[in-house]
């Protein structure tokens, strides 16, 4: 089986050798996550392929975040993986992290994709030791390269969002609804209890904030 992980840096193919959709191979790899030595044992990196610029990078990570198949990911699948013909049955698993990414995969290159609670705990555990496992790149550059990439598609998110000047004022209006609605409810529960020591003052102060003054006052 391989795992395909879209890292900062690049994209990632690895492979584990005994691949078991069952609950008992579930189990091996939940427990093998938290320890990397046991971790390593079960899985190991195939193939790995650095983005050469950051707006490369970007390009990718925004086609994997809509689920498209960009070039780069078609040409590192069927270069990385085994040669699969469509007469012939696929005689490995591709795991994604994305269910809806795997229609797309198909189509572009004829491999046929699995997404199961294995799938996500292996990539739970790559994503956990990925910094010890490959050995290109060190920490400080994934985590420099993880930086720019998150920092860039927020700024491309915010500048593709046609709704961007109106959302403040959206949620402003909603926020003061919602702290119009809490008030009357306080209200409410106040001369709901302090009807039990005065029922009398409900009727005879009617504006909410006079009542609260004089439940403070006494």
Known sequence: MFILYEAASGYCLF????????????????????????FTKQVTIAAYQPFKTAEEALENIQDVAHN??????????????????????QKFALGICDP?????????????????????????????????????????DIKRAQLGLGHSYSR????ADVNRQDKPIIQTIALIDQLDKDVNTFCMRLKEWYAWHFPELTKLVNDNQIYAKLVHLF
């Open 156 to 159: 491309h998110r915010c500048a």
């Open 68 to 89: 498209k198949v960009s070039s780069t990911l078609k040409a590192f699948l069927t270069t990385h993986l085994p040669a699969t013909k469509s007469s012939k049955k």
């Open 100 to 140: 809806r990414l795997g229609s797309e995969i198909f189509e572009n290159t004829g491999i046929t994709a699995t997404y199961n609670e294995t799938v996500v705990e292996l990539l739970r555990g790559i994503r956990t030791h990925f910094a010890k496992i490959i050995k290109k790149i060190n920490e400080s």
């Open 15 to 38: 492979e584990k050798e005994e691949y078991d959709e069952t609950g008992a191979g579930l189990s091996k790899v939940q427990k093998a996550v938290d320890s990397l030595e046991r």
